[in-house]
C-alpha cells in the first residue's frame, strides 16, 4: 500500500509537469511558425508571410509589466542597429490599458511600426497562437518563417542578428 507522502509526491510532480506543458512555448526552434495576421495600431493589416526574408522578433509585452519595461530600451537599441539589414519586430502587447500602451511606447522610444494590442487575459489570437501565459516572451523567426529563438536577451539577439543580417 502506497504511503501518504509517496502520493503527495506524485500529485505535485504531475501539476509540476503539467503546469510545465502548459507553459511550454507553441513553437520549439527550426519549427515553422504558422502565418498570422494582425491590425496594427495604425489600422494596416499584417501578416508574418509579409515579412518574409527577413529576421522578425515577435515581442510579448506589457505597459504593467516591470521586466517588459526594463527589457524595451535595449530592444530599441538592437532594433536601431538592425532595422536597415533585415530586421523587424512585431510587438503585441498584452493590455487593459490602451492609453498606458500608448505612452509605454514613447517613454521606452519603441520606434518599430509594427504594434497590437490584446486582451489582459492572455486570451488574445496572438497570445493563444504562441502559447504565452507569461511576459516578456520573445521569438526570433528566421528570414524563411522558421523559429530561431525563444526569448533571446537582448544581447543575446544582437550577437543572433549581427550573425544573419549582412
Known amino acids: 500500500?502506497?504511503?501518504?507522502?509517496?502520493?503527495?509526491?506524485?500529485?505535485?510532480?504531475?501539476?509540476?509537469?503539467?503546469?510545465?506543458w502548459w507553459r511550454m512555448p507553441r513553437y520549439g526552434t527550426g519549427a515553422q511558425v504558422a502565418d498570422f495576421e494582425i491590425t496594427t495600431q495604425q489600422s494596416k493589416k499584417l501578416r508574418l508571410s509579409d515579412l518574409k526574408?527577413?529576421?522578425?522578433?515577435?515581442h510579448f509585452w506589457g505597459s504593467w509589466?516591470?521586466?517588459?519595461?526594463?527589457?524595451?530600451?535595449?530592444l530599441a537599441d538592437v532594433y536601431n542597429?538592425?532595422?536597415d539589414k533585415g530586421y523587424e519586430v512585431v510587438s503585441v502587447a498584452i493590455e487593459r490599458n490602451p492609453d498606458g500602451w500608448q505612452k509605454a511606447i514613447e517613454k521606452d522610444g519603441i520606434t518599430w511600426p509594427?504594434?497590437?494590442?490584446?486582451?489582459?487575459?492572455?486570451?488574445g489570437a496572438m497570445?493563444?497562437?504562441f502559447n504565452v501565459h507569461a511576459i516578456p516572451a520573445l521569438f526570433?523567426?528566421?528570414?524563411?518563417?522558421?523559429?530561431?529563438?525563444n526569448n533571446p536577451s537582448p544581447a543575446v539577439l544582437d550577437k543572433m542578428l549581427l550573425e544573419q543580417c549582412r
Do not use: I, W
Request: charged share 20%; glycine share 8%.
Open 53 to 58: 526574408g527577413k529576421m522578425v522578433l515577435v
Open 114 to 123: 509594427y504594434h497590437v494590442m490584446e486582451s489582459g487575459d492572455f486570451d
Open 65 to 74: 509589466c516591470g521586466p517588459c519595461r526594463k527589457e524595451n530600451p535595449a
Open 140 to 149: 526570433l523567426v528566421n528570414k524563411n518563417g522558421q523559429l530561431m529563438a
Open 127 to 129: 497570445a493563444r497562437q
Open 1 to 20: 500500500m502506497l504511503n501518504k507522502n509517496t502520493v503527495l509526491f506524485a500529485v505535485l510532480l504531475l501539476a509540476f509537469a503539467g503546469f510545465y
Open 81 to 83: 542597429r538592425y532595422k
